[in-house]
């Protein structure tokens, strides 16, 4: 057991845990930040996938030593006072999601995407988000909803 | 499915056999509605019909329409949300016929009591809007009848000049506007009319419209609570390694590594049981889910392989053909199938194969349960509620009213949820601890014990004659698959199609779509390459084989139209097109636009024509294509689960592969406009895919492919 300082969603938190545990299983079980999807356990399907100082990461094979110290967002930290982010918008306006299940890897995934190329070429959109398994086959919705949150950012 | 169901007989007449003996009114108030609000009771068909029992309490109150004071309007009833949108297509029904304000219109959590509400609660067969569709209508038409008149006696109206719209009663000559939350008091006390009368078509505004969306909001900010997310106070996590070779059992296990690990609570042992789908095994119980996983993987265990330590998919497949030459069993017969074709002008004699299939929903199968000594609490993602209680009560000895079980949201099924091996599992090794396990299976344990999609091979033979029309067709499907054999909607005078069946200890299941995949792959293919020896296009070819006023005829010409069947490609592109056979009252066809990049294909474009009746919520019915076209798509390009020395030989997404966006095509769905009553469409979508892209495949390259998944050159 050690103890490590984790940045998640702004607040600073204190978590005793074995060094090589999964960032992922840590914001589960230990924080209850659930949204944080279990898919895979090997980095193939990114549902887990978090902000890592704005980059997109997959929770599941990172170790806690590793994330410590760093700005880590969740997908409970997108929306501020309940107010969605544009990808969140565009995502309830185009009815993205199916099952849902792997969407936090979707959202979090435009979102570090649309920071890099707010307005993203369909090379970059299959470039970034190629890794992010959907099984209810929603990508042309997340294609598009991309699309849509770009423009809601230009709006905004 | 395999798993064990406790069928009750026992069923509630009225409001004293509610669960726990709660009266209506406190049963609707743990739904959400308040006491004083207008309730309609009303019975939603069984989800699938299982004998007398069911039968005779098919018209037993199982789904309620309560109007709140406020005017919401609420749903209570048993069918769970798998990411089909089922949710949207009833919520739209009920506004309709009411006249509610769509976004005032909210279901109440999945009952947790399924045995005491009266239905086997399942949700699966693209049925649940089909059964639903004039229950949910005349319960929402009697709802709107007893508010009009309540506002017709307030108002000294005669009922006739009143309708409803948007939460309100209003008069057709506009002076009149009465929002329902003033009028539920007064209809509350008004007795239901037998036969309301239901809107037309015509009157819709909702339906077929609008899309109601009412899961969105939590999927997308990640407070959605599904299985694999329940957290009860004091909980224990819990995973199993498997024999690995189906059948196989438990020698002997070391665990002393194991226990070194902190966090470890125990191990014990799980005893297989065939009926119920569950595999000997060995669980660990541990203070975190990851310590759980490394204890697990400090085990030493030994296994005894048992009969199929050499049970091979390539030697199945064999054993398929073989049978496939064989006389059918039990055939379907028109005509005279053997002069027909001995006399025809041209002939095909075609062997095709479709290999076993997995799921693989993203959510991994999970299970949580509690089980007190007088008591049960289980929450199950799973496409069954009424199985996993049968299963809680024969595993815990306890009464089915004593059990509880939560559905939360749930992360994908396609089938598989269908199988209550998950929850056995879990309430096996709950039964051991005074606190909650959640059982978590990882994406290896997913793959590698599946209820997996069968293996099949066709033999197919089929006669043209002179003019190019097919006079006799036989198909002879070998499988171990318990679904229907292959099904010809092609006019064909002389016919001879059934299903020889072979068995081993391959855990099979239901998969989207179930045998019209194959039995569309096949057909389809087969009627692809009569059209090519007969020198005709393929479409118009199946239309010559089609009545003009038959639905599939229909379906054919509109994805023509929609697809330009027939103009000119960039080069290197080929379309390919096939139909499905009718599922769930739906009829599909679709249009594959293709080309072949590095030897393998590639999907541009799919063109998509859906009849399904009445499209409830159209939003709905488009992403449940879309959604069946890339799953269908994904099979053809990469779906084979192999089994080598008994065990399947995949274990995560690098080696049975998904789909991903960069292969994803467009895909325009088109629906017909109709007014039967509404079809299913959880998967009519997936079966013409395959047969598309490979008819395509043929145009580009002259490749027939008979053999899923697509590898080119394979000879």
Redesign the interface.
């Known amino acids: 057991m050690a103890t490590y300082q984790l940045q998640i969603n702004g607040e600073s938190r204190t978590i005793d845990a074995e060094p090589d545990v999964p960032l992922l299983w840590v914001l589960r079980d230990e924080m209850g930040l659930t949204g944080t999807k279990f898919g895979c356990g090997m980095g193939l399907c990114r549902s887990c996938t978090v902000l890592i100082d704005g980059a997109s990461s997959f929770s599941c094979m990172l170790p806690i030593s590793s994330a410590a110290g760093k700005a880590i967002t969740t997908i409970e930290g997108l929306a501020e006072d309940g107010e969605l982010t544009p990808v969140q918008q565009a995502w309830v306006e185009l009815d993205v999601p199916q099952c849902g299940y792997c969407q936090t890897g979707q959202i979090m995934t435009a979102t570090h995407l649309l920071s890099d190329h707010p307005q993203p070429s369909d090379a970059q959109i299959d470039a970034y988000m190629s890794p992010v398994v959907c099984r209810c086959g929603t990508y042309p919705r997340v294609k598009a909803a991309i699309k849509r949150a770009s423009e809601l950012f230009y709006e905004a | 499915m395999s798993q064990p169901v406790t069928e009750s007989t026992d069923y509630p007449a009225g409001e004293a056999a509610l669960p726990d003996g709660l009266t209506r009114r406190q049963f609707l108030r743990r739904a959400g509605v308040s006491s004083g609000a207008l309730v309609i009771a009303f019975n939603l068909p069984l989800g699938r019909q299982a004998g007398a029992a069911e039968a005779a309490q098919r018209m037993q109150p199982n789904a309620y329409v309560a109007i709140d004071l406020d005017g919401t309007v609420t749903l209570v009833n048993d069918k769970s949300e798998?990411?089909?949108?089922i949710s949207d297509g009833y919520v739209n029904v009920l506004a309709e016929e009411i006249g509610a304000d769509l976004a005032k219109v909210r279901m109440a959590p999945i009952p947790t009591d399924p045995s005491s509400w009266g239905s086997r609660m399942s949700v699966s067969g693209s049925r649940s809007m089909r059964g639903a569709w004039s229950s949910l209508r005349t319960a929402g038409a009697q709802a709107r009848s007893l508010l009009v008149q309540a506002a017709a006696s307030r108002a000294g109206a005669s009922a006739d000049s009143l309708y409803t719209e948007a939460g309100f009663v209003r008069s057709r000559s506009g002076d009149l506007a009465i929002p329902f939350s003033e009028l539920v008091a007064d209809a509350a006390l008004l007795q239901p009319p037998e036969n309301p009368t239901l809107k037309d078509p015509s009157e819709f505004t909702i339906i077929g419209k609008q899309?109601a969306?009412m899961?969105?909001?939590d999927?997308?900010?990640?407070?959605?609570?599904?299985g694999?997310?329940v957290?009860p106070e004091g909980l224990l996590?819990a995973t199993i390694e498997r024999s690995p070779v189906f059948g196989g059992s438990l020698k002997s296990y070391d665990d002393s590594s194991a226990r070194q690990v902190?966090g470890f609570v125990r191990t014990l042992v799980v005893e297989p049981n065939s009926r119920a789908g569950v595999h000997a095994g060995v669980a660990v119980v541990a203070e975190?889910?990851?310590a759980a996983a490394k204890a697990r993987a400090a085990l030493r265990v030994q296994w005894d392989a048992g009969a199929n330590a050499n049970l091979d998919s390539d030697q199945v497949l064999e054993e398929l053909k073989q049978i496939s030459t064989r006389p059918l069993e039990d055939p379907e017969v028109h005509g005279d199938f053997d002069a027909a074709y001995s006399s025809a002008a041209r002939q095909l004699d075609a062997t095709y194969s479709s290999p076993f299939l997995h799921h693989?929903?993203?959510?991994?199968m999970n299970c949580t349960a509690h089980v007190r000594a007088d008591s049960c609490e289980v929450w199950a993602p799973t496409q069954g509620q009424g199985g996993v209680q049968g299963t809680a009560a024969s595993l815990t000895g306890l009464e089915e009213s004593s059990i509880t079980v939560h559905t939360p949201?749930?992360?994908?099924?396609?089938g598989r949820r269908l199988k209550g091996d998950f929850a056995y599992e879990a309430l096996y090794v709950a039964r051991e601890f005074d606190r909650p396990v959640k059982l978590?299976w990882?994406?290896e344990d997913d793959v590698r014990y599946g209820g997996y999609r069968p293996m099949s091979v066709l033999r197919g033979q089929a006669g043209l004659d002179a003019q190019g029309r097919v006079q006799a067709i036989s198909m002879t499907l070998a499988t171990q698959d318990r679904f229907g054999a292959p099904h010809i909607y092609y006019d064909v005078p002389n016919v001879r199609v059934g299903k020889n069946s072979a068995s081993n200890d391959i855990p099979t299941g239901a998969w989207r779509g179930i045998h019209h995949n194959h039995s569309a792959f096949y057909l389809e293919s087969m009627m692809d390459e009569l059209a090519h020896l007969a020198g005709q296009d393929p479409l118009q070819f199946r239309l010559n084989h089609l009545a003009d006023d038959s639905p599939y005829a229909a379906v054919l010409r509109e994805v023509a139209d929609k697809s330009d069947w027939g103009s000119p490609l960039p080069a290197g592109r080929a379309r390919g097109v096939a139909l499905g056979g009718e599922l769930a009252g739906t009829f599909v066809a679709q249009v594959v636009e293709a080309s072949i990049e590095d030897g393998k294909p590639v999907v541009h474009r799919v063109v998509c024509a859906v009849d399904c009746g009445i499209a409830v919520s159209p939003?709905s019915v488009k992403?449940q294509a879309?959604?069946?076209?890339?799953?269908g798509l994904?099979a053809a390009l990469y779906g084979e689960i192999n089994i080598r020395n008994g065990g399947v030989v995949q274990s995560?997404?690098?080696d049975y592969m998904?789909?991903?966006?960069?292969?994803?095509p467009?895909?325009e769905i088109h629906i017909m406009p109709s007014e039967r009553d509404p079809g299913g469409m959880g998967e009519p979508g997936v079966p013409p895919l395959m047969p598309a892209l490979t008819g395509a495949i043929y145009a580009l390259t002259g490749e027939r492919v008979r053999d899923m998944p697509i590898r080119l050159n394979r000879a």
Request: glycine share 14%.
């Open positions: 798998i990411g089909q949108g899309d969306r899961r969105i909001r999927q997308v900010t990640g407070k959605a609570v599904y694999m997310d957290q996590y902190p975190s889910y990851y693989m929903t993203m959510e991994p949201h749930i992360g994908g099924g396609f978590i990882t994406r939003g992403a879309e959604g069946s076209i890339l799953y994904t995560n997404f690098h998904p789909l991903r966006m960069n292969e994803s467009e895909i």
